[in-house]
């Protein structure tokens, strides 16, 4: 599977995954945020 970040930032070199502050999400891991290629047309069309 091919994962992709959309960003409007064009100088992003390296992903540093964040620490959510939910409370239902584990703490210790953090998170990058990624769409699959099947859905990456629909984050384009409003």
């Known amino acids: 599977m091919r994962l992709f970040h959309v960003s409007e930032e064009s ?3 390296v992903f540093h995954p964040r ?5 239902d999400v584990d703490q210790t891991k ?3 945020w990624a769409i699959n290629e099947t859905c ?3 984050f384009f069309t409003p």
């Open 11 to 13: 100088n992003i070199e």
């Open 40 to 42: 990456l047309p629909n």
């Open 19 to 23: 620490i959510l502050s939910r409370t």
């Open 30 to 32: 953090g998170l990058v």
